[in-house]
């Protein structure tokens, strides 16, 4: 008698191992696929040659020398958030609370500059700021972190809903703080003196920034590379018990990870606010912590390869800005191209990771 | 004095959106689908209804619409709108196995931008000086409540004087409780989220479950949107005016424990919150962020409690966020 | 089952097996472990698929190829490994799965389960969840859900494995009922009191063949034991005489519950000398994982002490301290955990890296130094000949005897003074093998007291110089390596002290 096995159409295993360089040819084609439907979606969403939106769009990120600079800062910013949350990720501790973390030390960097502005001389004071921020980046993340190693407390939902608790205590101190009163905003702190303000160079001082999170964009890099620490972590996200094994404490590593990440966030936070922004707002981090999930995400955690992944949703974001004045678009559409790009990304890795077999039979055979 | 009766419709009107979405995020998580694009679903739910009463109502300038096309075409170009977005996360997610975070933080993302562009694309063909884009006839026939609620005094305000919406998003929560209960999908489904491997070996499809919990989700999460556009803001849409509303809903899951019947009072109870301060005298604008920021508070607080009282019942579902590869058993 | 025969990789796991089952009988499938007995078993309940022979169900040949398959023949496997949803009720998880028609109506499924219960004699409350159970009931559970589905062939998979004396009692009653009820039982077991007690067949399985099958009743422990450890076979393994052993780590009354509160470790003593390998032997499961992992720091423990005697005399207690504590003692201890990759090694980091977990810390620097652990890989790769493209290569990647050799190779770098190792030749080829001894046997000549836990007696008896028989979480007997007789040990396996050769 015979005997029918019934098999799969499509049968999927694990790939062993796919040289680099093939890896990566697949992610950029894989970009390239999403250009193309971007240009097909802007095509038939508003009729506009796609061609001329991406052209407005390079324009828009890097015509001239100055927004090449913003550019840089903007790219500053993201990038050191996604390095922030990076080690984290290593641990695979889900830390999504980078927004609040952010906005946690720009709250405390901008209650230092409020109240002490003028008391203190300015190097001091922005010292003090810095220290506030980083302290206070740094307790917002080891909240969850705490609970994560003492009784397991999901830290997905947990470090998601610390960024709306943040939020909202940024928004009742706007209030406090507010000026022109009934302005709902904070206004420019301390614009005749400039107190608490970084040095500029020339008219901004984004030079600074650029400095400091390339300084950090390398810490970070030796850091989870070559530092014990770095190699606790990465033996701690792959196998805890492995970390048992050798005497490493998991409880301990995780609340350290989490205080590092939530201190680079709150630098962040002063960056912003001490160099950029001078003033605070609800969506002073904009996204960005999100948008630095998924550049450390797609980047493999690799700090190099972040400031490409970073760059290119940047790039995004400014070249959208672009469009929404030349072509009379939206700024929004750049979150359109950045979703779409993402999708594509992300769904790629499977095809780096995982092999499809296609039966070539009727899918019956005799056995 | 604490006007309770005007309170509580109001309440519960700030608290049906996040119904809708906590409804259908529970549904997707009970099969083990951490969705974190339902705010970017609920937003992209609410534009498609726009965009199809936007159509409909321009096409029908002058006059009077046909008040069951003024429903079904938003709603149905909603439902579409949220499936796809569903579809999306399902392919990628269950299919192609990428993380479910990631994912879910890129449909965010994409759907509040894909909202907003479209929001701005619309206020352009109208041409008009506001941001915004006001669906007023449709919203009418959206928010119509019974004839007799408003002859029955108190009674008919808190319990009458609503849109239809706000009694099919009860209905919706109500039906999902007692399928995830009581039925023989409910406890497949709930296995699903549980326990893949079971499931699989107990010879259920994990994947099929997967995908309509993720896709009927999102669906659901996209009526939200519809409600806040249609029914609560009267019609007008305005960029970003949605807000955190869609996570809200992801923290009234944990909060309600993922029980639907439950999340019916607790949608009303973050509703509320949202709007008290209105409700107190003497409170300033500065203390109605505060209490804004309540919701976000009580749910930390039950994630911490329920995790250190380890009570099984009360966790996330076991395998929540993890994706299910047999040859990984 | 014709001429069944099964194949994985390399290893022949069932070869041309042919087995009958009768209706309304207790079959007893005995076996060592490794022996095939699972591996049957699942391809009758649609687990496995055979590479060969068929499987005739009242003379008619069936197909197999899913446990629901199996079902419809009236066929139910309950596994070691229970497949139950913690967080739902016993009859959630019993009608889980099942397509009937209509609505779900508990209540109906609550009855007819209280019914099965009290046909069989089982004691269920259908309401109750299951992470609320114990291991029986949670068994228990898996044989009512298997009976729910109207199977007639119940195949149990060493159920009493995880029982008390007293639950295995009870399961026996039950199984006795089912029988009376005209359903077939198959029990895979390697105890030969429960064969006797509650079996009217056995066949014995050894290395994948069917080596025979007895009338229970005209068989006796020792003629069943011969068929399923078989004759000694001489493996040449050296074992050089120990040189000037001393007490190195003394081990009094240690107790150990797992986490549901079963004794995994009841009242163990032994003294692991310097210079002389100490076999553990005993039926898997049976605590091994426990004193070892107590002796490296990893166990909750709940009383007993574990002494280790430096080289001065002095002696300290390593209970209650973990691994850092232990190694910052000055106390060289290595491991060879049984799940290398699991717990030894980080499978995703290449050769150097996993050289660097047990040494990383050395040093005031906060950068790690990788020249030395990439010298160490080299080393060992070179010395044991491991076969590997490079050291940066992922672990992972590598074969199951080359990731043992790297992971023992690291555990012997660091000079210890104690050296735990755990199936330190599961899954590895001959030549492998060999390798592994011969370094163990290396580290036993500097001095090094060796605890190795092993399945085969064959290589215990040959490899160690004493060997401590577990049975049950018990000790059931401490023999010599170079007087010992299979058999006896074997029985030691089974039966707490052994008993008499002759019974």
């Given at each position: 008698m015979s005997k029918q096995i019934k098999e799969?159409?499509?049968?999927?295993?694990?790939?062993k191992e796919m040289p680099a360089r093939r890896a990566w040819a697949i992610r950029i084609s894989a970009i390239v696929a999403a250009l193309i439907v971007c240009a097909i979606v802007t095509t038939l969403t508003t009729g506009l040659d796609p061609i001329a939106v991406y052209s407005a769009m390079i324009d828009g990120a890097v015509g001239s020398s100055r927004k090449v600079l913003v550019l840089f800062k903007e790219l500053a910013f993201l990038l050191c958030i996604s390095l922030a949350l990076t080690p984290a990720f290593k641990m695979k501790f889900w830390n999504l609370g980078g927004e609040g973390q952010v906005l946690i030390g720009a709250w405390a960097t901008s209650v230092v500059m409020i109240y002490l502005g003028g008391v203190l001389p300015n190097g001091l004071l922005i010292l003090v700021m810095l220290i506030a921020a980083i302290g206070a980046g740094a307790v917002w993340a080891m909240i969850p972190a705490f609970f994560k190693a003492k009784w397991g407390t999901n830290e997905t939902l947990f470090t998601l809903m610390m960024n709306y608790v943040a939020i909202q205590l940024v928004a009742y101190f706007i209030i406090l703080w507010e000026n022109p009163k009934g302005s709902g905003h904070v206004g420019i702190i301390n614009q005749s003196g400039r107190e608490g303000w970084l040095p500029y160079i020339g008219t901004n001082s984004y030079l600074f920034i650029i400095i400091f999170v390339a300084i950090i964009t390398i810490g970070m890099h030796v850091y989870l590379k070559y530092s014990k620490h770095g190699y606790e972590i990465s033996v701690v996200g792959e196998s805890q018990r492995t970390a048992n094994y050798v005497g490493i404490k998991v409880d301990r590593v995780i609340i350290r990870t989490l205080l590092l990440s939530g201190a680079i966030c709150g630098f962040t936070g002063w960056m912003m606010v001490s160099g950029t922004d001078?003033?605070?707002?609800?969506?002073?981090?904009?996204?960005?912590?999100?948008?630095?999930i998924m550049v450390s995400w797609l980047a493999q955690f690799n700090s190099i390869a972040m400031v490409f992944a970073a760059l290119l949703l940047v790039f995004l974001e400014q070249g959208a800005g672009e469009i929404s004045t030349s072509c009379g678009l939206n700024q929004s559409f750049g979150d359109i191209l950045t979703g779409i790009i993402l999708f594509f990304i992300i769904g790629c890795e499977f095809f780096i990771n995982y092999i499809v077999h296609v039966r070539k039979s009727s899918g019956k055979e005799e056995a | 004095m604490f006007d309770l009766v005007s309170f509580i419709p109001r309440a519960i009107i700030q608290g049906m959106p996040l119904l809708f979405g906590c409804t259908g995020e529970t549904i997707s998580e009970k099969a083990g689908s951490l969705n974190l694009g339902i705010p970017g679903v609920m937003y992209v739910g609410a534009m498609c209804g726009v965009i199809g009463a936007f159509f409909y109502e321009h096409s029908h300038q002058g006059t009077d619409l046909n008040p069951f096309l003024a429903i079904m075409i938003p709603f149905l170009s909603c439902l579409i709108g949220s499936l796809l977005m569903g579809l999306l996360f399902a392919v990628l997610t269950v299919t192609l196995r990428a993380n479910q975070n990631v994912v879910g933080l890129a449909m965010t993302t994409f759907g509040v931008g894909f909202g907003n562009f479209f929001g701005g694309s619309l206020m352009k063909l109208t041409g008009s000086s506001v941001p915004s884009i006001a669906l007023s006839k449709t919203s009418i026939i959206f928010s119509k409540s019974l004839p007799f609620a408003n002859d029955m005094g108190w009674f008919g305000k808190i319990f009458l004087s609503y849109g239809f919406m706000t009694y099919l998003a009860i209905v919706i929560a109500i039906i999902t409780a007692y399928i995830l209960k009581r039925t023989r999908v409910g406890l497949h489904l709930r296995a699903v989220g549980e326990n893949p491997a079971t499931a699989d070996a107990a010879g259920i499809d994990v994947n099929k479950y997967k995908y309509f919990a993720i896709c009927i989700g999102c669906m659901i999460a996209g009526l939200g949107g519809l409600f806040y556009v249609m029914d609560y803001a009267s019609g007008v849409w305005s960029n970003d005016a949605f807000g955190d509303r869609g996570w809200l809903a992801i923290a009234l899951v944990i909060f309600t424990l993922w029980k639907p019947n439950i999340a019916i009072f607790g949608s009303i109870l973050f509703g509320g919150l949202y709007i008290l301060h209105l409700f107190i005298p003497g409170a300033g604008m500065a203390v109605k962020e505060l209490y804004k920021m309540l919701p976000y508070v009580v749910t930390i607080l039950v994630l911490i409690i329920t995790s250190m009282r380890r009570k099984r019942e009360h966790q996330p579902p076991e395998s929540l966020g993890l994706p299910y590869f047999r040859e990984d058993r | 089952m014709r001429n069944i025969t099964k194949v994985f990789g390399d290893t022949v796991a069932n070869d041309g097996v042919t087995l009958d089952i009768y209706r309304g009988e207790i079959l007893s499938l005995l076996g060592e472990n490794g022996s095939g007995k699972t591996t049957l078993m699942n391809m009758l309940s649609g687990i496995y698929f055979p590479d060969g022979g068929e499987i005739l169900i009242n003379n008619e040949p069936v197909m197999i190829s899913s446990p629901r398959e199996a079902f419809d023949h009236g066929i139910g496997m309950i596994h070691q490994h229970f497949k139950l949803v913690d967080v739902f009720t016993a009859a959630e998880n019993i009608v889980l799965g099942l397509e009937e028609k209509g609505k779900l109506d508990m209540e109906q499924a609550e009855n007819k389960i209280r019914e099965i219960c009290n046909t069989y004699g089982f004691d269920v409350d259908p309401k109750q969840k299951i992470y609320n159970m114990s291991v029986s009931q949670k068994q228990t559970v898996e044989i009512v859900k298997v009976l729910y589905r109207g199977a007639d062939i119940l195949i149990l998979d060493e159920p009493t494995a995880?029982?008390?004396?007293?639950?295995?009692?009870?399961?026996?009653?039950?199984?006795?009922?089912?029988?009376?009820?005209?359903?077939?039982?198959?029990?895979?077991?390697?105890?030969?009191?429960e064969v006797l007690a509650i079996s009217d067949r056995v066949a014995v399985l050894r290395k994948g063949q069917f080596v025979g099958e007895m009338i229970t009743a005209q068989t006796n422990e020792q003629e069943m034991t011969n068929m399923m450890v078989g004759r000694a076979v001489e493996l040449n393994i050296d074992r050089p005489e120990p040189v000037d052993p001393k007490p190195r780590v003394k081990v009094e009354h240690l107790t150990v519950k797992g986490p549901d509160g079963v004794m995994k470790l009841d009242d163990v003593s032994f003294t692991a000398n310097t210079g002389e390998i100490l076999g553990i032997a005993g039926i898997s499961g049976c605590g091994q994982k426990e004193l070892l992992e107590s002796i490296a720091g990893l166990q909750r423990v709940e009383k007993g002490s574990i002494q280790y005697i430096h080289e001065s005399g002095e002696s300290e207690e390593l209970l209650g301290k973990d691994p850092l504590r232990i190694a910052e003692m000055g106390v060289s201890l290595s491991f060879v955990p049984e799940d290398r990759l699991g717990m030894g090694l980080v499978g995703s980091m290449d050769l150097t890296d996993n050289m660097m977990l047990r040494s990383f810390r050395r040093g005031k620097s906060l950068f790690t130094d990788r020249k030395t652990p990439r010298a160490l890989a080299e080393r060992v790769v070179d010395e044991?000949?491991?076969?590997?493209?490079?050291?940066?290569?992922?672990?992972?990647?590598?074969?199951?005897?080359?990731?043992?050799k790297v992971l023992v190779g690291r555990e012997i770098a660091s000079a210890p003074t104690v050296l735990l190792s755990a199936y330190a030749v599961r899954g590895l080829d001959i030549n492998s093998s060999y390798t592994i001894y011969d370094l163990l046997?290396?580290?036993?000549?500097?001095?090094?007291?060796?605890?190795?836990?092993?399945?085969?007696?064959?290589?215990?008896?040959?490899?160690?110089?004493r060997i401590l028989v577990l049975c049950g979480g018990k000790v059931s007997g401490l023999v010599e390596g170079r007087k010992a007789d299979k058999r006896q040990v074997g029985m030691m396996m089974t039966k707490l002290g052994g008993g008499s050769a002759d019974e």
């Amino acid at each position: 008698m015979s005997k029918q096995i019934k098999e799969p159409f499509l049968h999927i295993t694990k790939r062993k191992e796919m040289p680099a360089r093939r890896a990566w040819a697949i992610r950029i084609s894989a970009i390239v696929a999403a250009l193309i439907v971007c240009a097909i979606v802007t095509t038939l969403t508003t009729g506009l040659d796609p061609i001329a939106v991406y052209s407005a769009m390079i324009d828009g990120a890097v015509g001239s020398s100055r927004k090449v600079l913003v550019l840089f800062k903007e790219l500053a910013f993201l990038l050191c958030i996604s390095l922030a949350l990076t080690p984290a990720f290593k641990m695979k501790f889900w830390n999504l609370g980078g927004e609040g973390q952010v906005l946690i030390g720009a709250w405390a960097t901008s209650v230092v500059m409020i109240y002490l502005g003028g008391v203190l001389p300015n190097g001091l004071l922005i010292l003090v700021m810095l220290i506030a921020a980083i302290g206070a980046g740094a307790v917002w993340a080891m909240i969850p972190a705490f609970f994560k190693a003492k009784w397991g407390t999901n830290e997905t939902l947990f470090t998601l809903m610390m960024n709306y608790v943040a939020i909202q205590l940024v928004a009742y101190f706007i209030i406090l703080w507010e000026n022109p009163k009934g302005s709902g905003h904070v206004g420019i702190i301390n614009q005749s003196g400039r107190e608490g303000w970084l040095p500029y160079i020339g008219t901004n001082s984004y030079l600074f920034i650029i400095i400091f999170v390339a300084i950090i964009t390398i810490g970070m890099h030796v850091y989870l590379k070559y530092s014990k620490h770095g190699y606790e972590i990465s033996v701690v996200g792959e196998s805890q018990r492995t970390a048992n094994y050798v005497g490493i404490k998991v409880d301990r590593v995780i609340i350290r990870t989490l205080l590092l990440s939530g201190a680079i966030c709150g630098f962040t936070g002063w960056m912003m606010v001490s160099g950029t922004d001078h003033t605070i707002t609800t969506s002073l981090a904009g996204g960005r912590g999100f948008l630095g999930i998924m550049v450390s995400w797609l980047a493999q955690f690799n700090s190099i390869a972040m400031v490409f992944a970073a760059l290119l949703l940047v790039f995004l974001e400014q070249g959208a800005g672009e469009i929404s004045t030349s072509c009379g678009l939206n700024q929004s559409f750049g979150d359109i191209l950045t979703g779409i790009i993402l999708f594509f990304i992300i769904g790629c890795e499977f095809f780096i990771n995982y092999i499809v077999h296609v039966r070539k039979s009727s899918g019956k055979e005799e056995a | 004095m604490f006007d309770l009766v005007s309170f509580i419709p109001r309440a519960i009107i700030q608290g049906m959106p996040l119904l809708f979405g906590c409804t259908g995020e529970t549904i997707s998580e009970k099969a083990g689908s951490l969705n974190l694009g339902i705010p970017g679903v609920m937003y992209v739910g609410a534009m498609c209804g726009v965009i199809g009463a936007f159509f409909y109502e321009h096409s029908h300038q002058g006059t009077d619409l046909n008040p069951f096309l003024a429903i079904m075409i938003p709603f149905l170009s909603c439902l579409i709108g949220s499936l796809l977005m569903g579809l999306l996360f399902a392919v990628l997610t269950v299919t192609l196995r990428a993380n479910q975070n990631v994912v879910g933080l890129a449909m965010t993302t994409f759907g509040v931008g894909f909202g907003n562009f479209f929001g701005g694309s619309l206020m352009k063909l109208t041409g008009s000086s506001v941001p915004s884009i006001a669906l007023s006839k449709t919203s009418i026939i959206f928010s119509k409540s019974l004839p007799f609620a408003n002859d029955m005094g108190w009674f008919g305000k808190i319990f009458l004087s609503y849109g239809f919406m706000t009694y099919l998003a009860i209905v919706i929560a109500i039906i999902t409780a007692y399928i995830l209960k009581r039925t023989r999908v409910g406890l497949h489904l709930r296995a699903v989220g549980e326990n893949p491997a079971t499931a699989d070996a107990a010879g259920i499809d994990v994947n099929k479950y997967k995908y309509f919990a993720i896709c009927i989700g999102c669906m659901i999460a996209g009526l939200g949107g519809l409600f806040y556009v249609m029914d609560y803001a009267s019609g007008v849409w305005s960029n970003d005016a949605f807000g955190d509303r869609g996570w809200l809903a992801i923290a009234l899951v944990i909060f309600t424990l993922w029980k639907p019947n439950i999340a019916i009072f607790g949608s009303i109870l973050f509703g509320g919150l949202y709007i008290l301060h209105l409700f107190i005298p003497g409170a300033g604008m500065a203390v109605k962020e505060l209490y804004k920021m309540l919701p976000y508070v009580v749910t930390i607080l039950v994630l911490i409690i329920t995790s250190m009282r380890r009570k099984r019942e009360h966790q996330p579902p076991e395998s929540l966020g993890l994706p299910y590869f047999r040859e990984d058993r | 089952m014709r001429n069944i025969t099964k194949v994985f990789g390399d290893t022949v796991a069932n070869d041309g097996v042919t087995l009958d089952i009768y209706r309304g009988e207790i079959l007893s499938l005995l076996g060592e472990n490794g022996s095939g007995k699972t591996t049957l078993m699942n391809m009758l309940s649609g687990i496995y698929f055979p590479d060969g022979g068929e499987i005739l169900i009242n003379n008619e040949p069936v197909m197999i190829s899913s446990p629901r398959e199996a079902f419809d023949h009236g066929i139910g496997m309950i596994h070691q490994h229970f497949k139950l949803v913690d967080v739902f009720t016993a009859a959630e998880n019993i009608v889980l799965g099942l397509e009937e028609k209509g609505k779900l109506d508990m209540e109906q499924a609550e009855n007819k389960i209280r019914e099965i219960c009290n046909t069989y004699g089982f004691d269920v409350d259908p309401k109750q969840k299951i992470y609320n159970m114990s291991v029986s009931q949670k068994q228990t559970v898996e044989i009512v859900k298997v009976l729910y589905r109207g199977a007639d062939i119940l195949i149990l998979d060493e159920p009493t494995a995880v029982l008390t004396p007293q639950e295995t009692d009870k399961l026996f009653a039950v199984l006795r009922n089912m029988k009376k009820d005209g359903k077939t039982v198959v029990i895979i077991t390697h105890k030969l009191h429960e064969v006797l007690a509650i079996s009217d067949r056995v066949a014995v399985l050894r290395k994948g063949q069917f080596v025979g099958e007895m009338i229970t009743a005209q068989t006796n422990e020792q003629e069943m034991t011969n068929m399923m450890v078989g004759r000694a076979v001489e493996l040449n393994i050296d074992r050089p005489e120990p040189v000037d052993p001393k007490p190195r780590v003394k081990v009094e009354h240690l107790t150990v519950k797992g986490p549901d509160g079963v004794m995994k470790l009841d009242d163990v003593s032994f003294t692991a000398n310097t210079g002389e390998i100490l076999g553990i032997a005993g039926i898997s499961g049976c605590g091994q994982k426990e004193l070892l992992e107590s002796i490296a720091g990893l166990q909750r423990v709940e009383k007993g002490s574990i002494q280790y005697i430096h080289e001065s005399g002095e002696s300290e207690e390593l209970l209650g301290k973990d691994p850092l504590r232990i190694a910052e003692m000055g106390v060289s201890l290595s491991f060879v955990p049984e799940d290398r990759l699991g717990m030894g090694l980080v499978g995703s980091m290449d050769l150097t890296d996993n050289m660097m977990l047990r040494s990383f810390r050395r040093g005031k620097s906060l950068f790690t130094d990788r020249k030395t652990p990439r010298a160490l890989a080299e080393r060992v790769v070179d010395e044991l000949e491991v076969n590997t493209p490079s050291v940066s290569t992922q672990v992972r990647k590598l074969s199951g005897g080359n990731v043992q050799k790297v992971l023992v190779g690291r555990e012997i770098a660091s000079a210890p003074t104690v050296l735990l190792s755990a199936y330190a030749v599961r899954g590895l080829d001959i030549n492998s093998s060999y390798t592994i001894y011969d370094l163990l046997n290396q580290q036993k000549e500097k001095g090094v007291a060796v605890i190795y836990v092993g399945e085969d007696l064959d290589v215990l008896l040959e490899l160690c110089d004493r060997i401590l028989v577990l049975c049950g979480g018990k000790v059931s007997g401490l023999v010599e390596g170079r007087k010992a007789d299979k058999r006896q040990v074997g029985m030691m396996m089974t039966k707490l002290g052994g008993g008499s050769a002759d019974e």
